[in-house]
Each structure stands twice: as C-alpha cells, then as structure tokens.
C-alpha cells in the first residue's frame, strides 16, 4: 500500500510539470442513495448511439489499490488529466471537446464483467442516472473497476447527482480556455497480415458474415442496413482485452451474438468497444462491383456512435472464426498463412514463448523447461513472461500464421493451462475470453 501512495506521488509530480497536477482532480461528494428520489419520467436523455450523445470512455477494470468507492469531474483538458491518472485506466487519455462535454467518474471496487451503459437521464431536481443493459454475464470476480462517462453540457445545470450503484453530488465546472479537439480515431493495434487487393465477397445488406482469404486468415465483412461496409479482423489482441487471463502476446478470436447484437465482450458490427476499450481492428476496402470489394491494409476504427442493437446485422454462416480447419504441420504452413497446429505453447520466464509439444503428465513436466532448439518463436514475445505470470505451458491445438520460422498465435476457444513452475493445472479461464461462449 505505501509503494502504490509513492509512485502516486511521484506520479502526481511529475504531471505538475506539464500543468496536470493532483491539485487539479476535481472531486464530488458521495452521498446515501436512499436520500436521492427513486426514478421518475426523465425531463432530458442522452444516448450511446445518437451524435452529439454520450460517450463512454472507460467501463471496466482499472490499475491500482485504492478500492475506495470515489467520483471525480472535469471540464477542461487539465481537469481531465488529473481524472484519469486517478482513475488508472490502461489506455491512452482520449480526446473530449469540453466545449460540449463534461467528464465524470466512479471509481471503486465493482464487478470485473461490466453492463452496457445505454444513456444518462436527467430526473427533476438535477439528478443524472445512469441506465444500462443487463443482458450480458459472465464468471465475475471484484476488482477496481471505473465508469468514465463523458456526457453533454446540453443536460447540466451548476450542479448534479449522478447516480450509478451509488450517489455522488457535483459541482459542474465551466468549461477552459484549452478545450481538447475533437475525438481522433485511436491508434490501431499491430495484426496478422492480410493479402492487399484480394477479391473479397459482400454479403446481402443488413447481413455480416466470415470469409477466408487466400492465405487462409479470415476477416468479418460487415454490410450494414444503411448500405455501408466495414471489414473487420476476427480477432483481437490478448493485450487490448481488460480481463484476459492470457499472455499479452496472443490473438482471440471473438464471436458474434445475434441476440445481442454484438460481437461477445462488447463490439458493436462497426468493431466499436461499448465500454471504451480498443476497437477491433479494421481494413481499408476499395469497390470492385456490386458484390465485391478489394481489400485493403488495416485502419484506425473511426469513433462515431455506437450502433444500436436494433440496427445490428443479421448473422450469415459461423458465428466464430477458424472453427473448421483442418490439423497441419508446421512444416507444411507456406509463410504468411494462417493454419491450425496440434502444438502447444511455452511460456518462459525469459526469451521468446515456443511452439512445440510440451509434456501432458505432471510428473514429465517438472523437469520441462523449454522447446526443442530451432522450435518456431512467437512473435511479440521476446521479452519473455509479464511479470505478474508463472511460466506456462498453454495446450493446443492452436491457430497461427506463419512468418518465417516465427508465428503469430490465435486462441480459439478457452485452454487448458499448466504453470511450469507448480505443474498444477490451472482451469480454462471462462472469464476474460471472448470464445468462452
């Protein structure tokens, strides 16, 4: 505890040096919820999935100790600096017009699998209450979990109670000089390489579907209602998922729910995270006729509202990338290709993780340390473990795409897990994956 309040403090000055500072985190006031009026007819709403609407920045696990259950605010770029140091999220700060916009947040021990958050409603006597959706559940566990909501001035007056599992009166502050610009597209996270210019097949408008490109990896073409297209990867890297159990350094694929109208974890058909995580990555797409489109190299996912469920495509064919491939070789994976592998993946303390057949008996893995010299490397893994995991054997069989004699690799459904340390089994991690159903 007295290790996390020094690089607090460290933190906290180092940020004084470029005008953020711990003395600009704007703090509300928590108060009994019973003493708040139950929930009455909304006299103002804002929603996810209208311009100008709400924005969810953060929902879900959050860096740091302090459990405590907190509500901060910010009306300007400085303000806003000091909330998310506090608050830990593992993104980068994004961008707000606060000409438009004030940000609040709750921080605090809360549930690890968050709701959707749909809008904010403004009750009579400046009461702002948040409103979710229920229909998602997972293994859950507590952890320190923050909600950051950016929501219109067009709904606040000088001072509101916001309500969210809890009750904190704010004062709203005035928007700054310095308003930060308009929200840019986020970075796009590394991916397994596409063949550019392919001919790729458009499904029938209001209809998304899997299709197989020549070097076998496999991407979601998405044709919306309104006609337009988004082609979209069918995984999603281990390190922009909050809850994973798994290396930093692997791929998931992530599964599309027709009841719900998302893809499983909380993207929209567009490849927006409803809760402010990473996007799934995009491509660029060029039109070759009515049926077809050429693909093109990965893109930002450009933040624009969220799609509402009833809008959401109608699924056409597996629901999953990569359920059906056939077991091969290693050897007889072209470079470039995407194949499932009966090998299993090491993870060491230090060098790369490998790919080879690791040992099934407790008693022959206590004295299993590595892969066969020569074995294929991951990419991305030449730093060895994350600090906070054991060295693991994770079982296959596993999707990869060949790179030479490296690979990236693709988690397709929860795997069984052995740590190399204890060689006791770890169970399937149910929690964090988006195949887990």
Known sequence: MFGYERRRVTTCVVLAVIAFGCSGVQTGTQVSEASVPSAR??????????????????????????????????????????????????????????????????????????????????????????????????????????????????????????????????????????????????????????????????????????????????????????????????????????????????????????????????????????HGWAPIQAFTWTRLDEGHIALGGTV????????????????????RAYTDLPLQSWASVKDGHVARLDVDLVVRDQGAAQLCHAPDSSASLESFTACPTGSPLVLGSSNGKPPHMLAHVLYGPLVVQRRRQAASVIVTTPPEIRSLTTSRRRPRPQVGHPAAR
């Open 300 to 319: 930002a996912t450009r933040s624009v509202p969220i799609q509402a469920r009833d809008a959401a495509p109608m699924l056409e064919g597996p629901s």
């Open 41 to 274: 007819v909304p006299l103002r709403r804002a929603l996810t999935t209208e311009p100008g609407g709400l924005r969810v920045l953060w929902n879900g696990p959050v860096r740091g100790l302090d459990f405590d259950r907190r509500g901060y605010i910010a009306g300007d770029r400085s303000q806003f600096g000091a909330l998310w140091l506090e608050v830990g999220a593992p993104r980068r700060q994004p961008a707000v017009d606060f000409a438009e916009y004030v940000v609040f947040a709750i921080v605090g021990e809360g549930a690890q699998c968050p709701w959707e958050v749909l809008a904010v409603d403004l009750e009579p006597d400046d009461v702002l209450r948040v409103r979710t959706d229920g229909n998602w559940s997972c293994t859950d566990v507590a952890v320190r979990r923050a909600l950051v909501l950016a929501v219109p001035r067009r709904l606040l007056g000088a001072s509101v109670t916001l309500i969210e599992h809890g009750a904190f009166t704010f004062d709203v502050p005035q928007p700054g000089e310095a308003s930060a610009p308009q929200d840019s597209p986020p970075s796009a996270p590394a991916q397994q390489e596409a063949p550019q210019g392919e001919s790729v097949a458009v499904p029938e408008r209001g209809r998304l579907s899997l299709r197989t490109l020549s070097n076998g990896m496999q991407v979601w073409v998405v044709h919306h209602r309104d006609g337009s297209l988004n082609v979209l990867a069918a995984t999603l890297a281990t390190k922009d998922w909050p809850r994973s159990e798994l290396a930093p350094f692997l791929w998931q694929v992530i599964t599309y729910s027709q009841d719900e109208g998302r893809f499983i974890g909380g993207y929209d058909a567009r490849g927006q995270s409803v």
